[in-house]
Structures are given as C-alpha cells and as structure tokens.
C-alpha cells in the first residue's frame, strides 16, 4: 500500500519562498514518476513539475513556473522537494504530491498517468 504525505506549506508574501516536501511509504516499484499539481478553487488541477526518480533524475515543469520552481528527489527516490521561489498571487493552491509509473521512462504532468496521491498541503501567497 501506496501513501504519500505531503509538507511545507503555508503563507508567504509576494515574491517569498516556500519548500515543500513528500515522502512515500510502502512498495514504490515501477512508481518511478514523482509529481507535484496544484489546484485553486474554481480551477482545474495543473501539473506543476515531475521527476524521474533514479539515476539522472530528468524533470518537466509547467511553463507558469518555469525558472522559479526546482524539483528534487532524494537518493533513496522516497522523498520529492519542490522549492519554490519568487511566489506570486497566482501560485496560491492546494498542493498535491503523486506518484506513478513513468511511459518509455519518462514523466508527464498529467494527472491522469498518476496512481497514488497525497492529501494536499496549502499554499497561500
């Protein structure tokens, strides 16, 4: 059994940071895409950034935070950080780590090729 908790999240000003962080537990094999999405009220879920967890590490964003945002894994491909800088107004949602196999090894920002989720975690700017 799958379960992913998410961390970091909270209110920042205008053009703060946040670092927000997920961690996998139980059987994590061929679940080799680690995703962050988001949602804000009224809007549709968007896929933030994914990485491929193991050697080399390949990462896709969403072109709305391109060159703000960072995703990381941690070498035991248990862990995802998603470091966000120069927040803006538009950023505020509700965050969601997943967790899914990856297609001819690579990731996608679709929410649909992703099995397990966290419950979310606040991000307010």
């Known amino acids: 059994h799958v379960q992913l908790v998410e961390s970091g999240g909270g209110s920042v000003q205008a053009g703060g940071s946040l670092r927000l962080s997920c961690t996998t537990s139980g059987n994590i094999f061929s679940l080799n895409c680690m995703a962050w999405f988001r949602q804000a009220p009224g809007e549709e879920r968007e896929g933030v950034a994914a990485?491929?967890?193991?050697?080399?590490?390949?990462?896709v964003y969403a072109d709305s935070v391109k060159g703000r945002f960072a995703i990381s894994q941690d070498n035991a491909g248990r862990t995802a950080d998603l470091q966000m800088n120069l927040l803006k107004p538009g950023d505020t949602a509700n965050y969601y780590c997943?967790?899914?196999?990856?297609?001819?090894?690579?990731?996608?920002?679709?929410?649909?090729?992703?099995?397990?989720w966290g419950h979310g975690t606040q991000v307010t700017v």
């Open positions: 997943a967790r899914g196999p990856s297609w001819g090894g690579t990731c996608f920002l679709d929410g649909v090729r992703f099995e397990y």
């Open positions: 990485v491929t967890v193991g050697s080399g590490g390949a990462t």
